[in-house]
């Protein structure tokens, strides 16, 4: 399906979230996912159905100075 990944469109095959960020090959547990501008709590991201057409914001944490 198309989705738009942080402002990129993709096609992907994940069903969740969590399988997308598998897919995308994110690794660690420092994320923050906003589907559709909504913010998705850590607690839901495997029960979350991702659909076409779904705009995905994946933040992760940086450091700098």
């Known amino acids: 399906m198309r989705v738009t990944v942080n402002g990129e469109s993709r096609e992907i095959a994940a069903d969740s979230i969590t399988t997308l960020l598998s897919e995308l090959e994110y690794e660690g ?4 996912i906003a589907l559709n501008y909504d913010v998705v709590p850590k607690s839901r991201w495997t029960d979350t159905t991702l659909k076409s057409g779904d705009e995905i914001e994946i ?3 940086r450091q700098g100075g």
């Open 29 to 32: 547990t420092h994320f923050a």
């Open 59 to 61: 933040i992760t944490p």
